[in-house]
């Protein structure tokens, strides 16, 4: 196959083991991608996820000296800037959850995927019977109350489901969408990833509240957020062959109290300049939790992030947060950072309050290029790899979630 015009190099760590999350993190354009892994030997193949394998890879061994580098480049073969950390971004003036979600008073448009019709006007007992028609009259402010039932392809809805400007998509919050399931997805066009498979699409000031969302569909993301400060919250992402949530551009969400688990390649992804704020959320088999990479800067607060494959991965130029997190059981590392990352797991003014025990090998791995990651007054057993900041804080309790949010 002749390699396209546009190609993405990636310069892979030394260490095999993270190869594959540098993988996994690449969201799959329409066209084919051609990778270029320059990489160390390693006496065996490199795994390559089968939705690759159709493009062009080739190895090109390099000296085993200094830090071996991860440097990937834009989608479109330009390359990354890798501005160093400078101190911790500020998350003052971000939303909170009550203020966005007052839509008391407001119309509400019921939907049933088993009893409701499309000539129905909408009300309780009148549902229509897809999202997509509840869409076409939502206008802002409006809530689309969603009865139990899957909502899919086979039950006449349309995909990909975007929600827009200020419409709330609502199902079950207290039973964290239990019964209420989008299952599927379409094509959507991202403006800084080319072609996507997605579920869900949540534009600025939008709401997914207490739902279970899945797209089994190759390459397929359930929610896809890029613009604007939507809102996910109650919540279980399942299911999805790629990633349960990506969130892109200059994204400034709120991902609350949510369930991430069983999805293909990671629970969560964070990737070009997104500041999400991702709180008390619980991330268990589901790939590797959290993928922070580009220039993103969230701040990660009071999640549970266990038995996955590794907890959080942090590529190129990330400046992540880790605050009063839970990061356990994980089958290999609890935290890894790669290429110019630079993440903040707690420094002598701020400490972490962070709880990194009992993973497969190292509490943090650190293969940056020379960065030192803080990670003062945190809970870690298990060592670390590369240079660490430690310093013992007070004991920390294990952290405990509320998954239901206050009305």
């Not at 066209?31 to 690759?52: D, E, I, K, N, Y």
């Not at 990354?80 to 839509?103: D, E, F, R």
């Not at 999805?240 to 969130?247: I, K, M, N, P």
């Not at 922070?292 to 009071?302: I, K, M, S």
Request: with cysteine.
């Amino acid at each position: 196959m002749a390699i396209p015009a546009h190609t993405s190099t990636l310069h892979c760590p030394r260490d095999r083991a993270h190869i594959t999350p540098i993988l996994a993190m690449i969201p799959f354009p329409s066209r084919p991608t051609a990778l270029v892994l320059s990489a160390l030997t390693l006496g065996g193949s490199l795994l390559v996820p089968q939705a690759l394998r159709a493009s062009t890879v080739t190895a090109e061994p390099i000296q085993a000296s200094p830090p071996a580098q991860w440097l990937p480049s834009e989608p479109d073969g330009r390359p990354t800037g890798q501005p160093s950390y400078q101190g911790q971004p500020s998350y003052q003036g971000q939303p909170s959850y009550q203020g966005q979600s007052n839509y008391q008073g407001q119309q509400v448009i019921h939907v049933d995927s088993n009893a409701g019709s499309d000539s129905n006007p909408g009300t309780f007992g009148a549902p229509v019977r897809t999202i997509a028609q509840a869409l076409s009259r939502a206008r802002y402010g409006v809530t689309i109350k969603l009865a139990p039932g899957t909502y899919s392809p086979d039950r006449g809805e349309s995909f990909p489901i975007i929600v827009p400007s200020g419409v709330k998509l609502s199902g079950s919050s207290g039973a964290m969408g239990s019964g209420i399931e989008i299952v599927g997805g379409g094509r959507y066009l991202s403006r800084s990833f080319a072609g996507q498979d997605v579920a869900v699409v949540l534009e600025d000031g939008a709401i997914a509240e207490g739902l279970t969302v899945s797209n089994p569909n190759v390459r397929g993301t359930g929610i896809w957020v890029e613009t604007g400060s939507p809102m996910i919250a109650n919540c279980t992402l399942s299911g999805s062959h790629r990633d349960g949530l990506f969130v892109t551009g200059n994204a400034t969400p709120v991902v609350e109290s949510n369930i991430f688990q069983r999805n293909g390649g990671n629970g969560l992804s964070i990737a070009r300049t997104a500041r999400p704020i991702v709180r008390s959320n619980h991330f268990e088999a589901t790939g590797f939790g959290i993928t922070v990479g580009d220039n993103a800067q969230p701040l990660l607060q009071n999640n549970r992030i266990v038995g996955n494959t590794d907890g959080v991965i942090v590529t190129r130029s990330a400046q992540p947060i880790f605050r009063s997190n839970e990061i356990t059981q994980n089958q290999r590392d609890g935290v890894v950072a790669i290429g110019q990352a630079a993440p903040d797991l707690g420094t002598y003014g701020n400490p972490g309050n962070n709880r990194i025990m009992g993973n497969g090998r190292y509490a943090i791995y650190n293969a940056t290029q020379g960065n030192t990651i803080p990670a003062v007054g945190n809970q870690i057993d298990g060592g670390s790899s590369g240079a660490v900041t430690l310093a013992s804080g007070n004991p920390v309790a294990p952290v405990r979630l509320a998954m239901g949010l206050a009305r």
